[in-house]
């Protein structure tokens, strides 16, 4: 039997509190500075490349984009916001985006400090391949027997 995995609607609240969007909105009010603005920038192109995207919070708070598994979860840090991809490793990427966790056999990241302008048309590209990816891999998965 298959388990039927349902996402909240962004917006929606449950018996456990804000919704993941929600909490997200407020972290990018908690900010109120540079990397709030970024973060929110970042989070409108995932909308933007992905309007299927499921946002989710997780690891005491931290933004995650999901579609068939995680695209990226959104970091910030003093200096950065951090946007790293779960499967980055696994992704081309022709604009070069990449610039962190790049040792590694799995995810890539991508730091952003401030007053760095994002390559809008690269980051949805890279967006859209991971969620390819994702799909491809949930394809492949065989139905678990009960």
Do not use: Q
Request: glycine share 8%.
């Amino acid at each position: 039997m298959k388990k039927v995995v349902t996402a909240k609607k962004t917006g929606a609240k449950d018996a456990d509190g804000p919704s993941p969007s929600r909490m997200i909105d407020g972290r990018i009010k908690e900010l109120g500075d540079w990397r709030g603005e970024t973060l929110k920038r970042i989070r409108a192109l995932i909308k933007e490349a992905d309007p299927e995207v499921v946002e989710e919070w997780k690891w005491r708070g931290v933004p995650v984009w999901e579609h068939d598994g995680i695209i990226c979860t959104g970091e910030t840090y003093k200096a950065v916001v951090k946007l790293t991809f779960a499967n980055g490793a696994a992704l081309d990427d022709p604009a070069g985006l990449f610039n962190s966790s790049l040792d590694g056999n799995v995810r890539r990241a991508i730091d952003i400090p401030e007053g760095t302008e994002i390559n809008e048309k690269a980051l949805k590209a890279l967006i859209r391949a991971a969620v390819a990816l994702n799909a491809s891999k949930a394809r492949k998965k065989p139905a678990k027997k009960s």
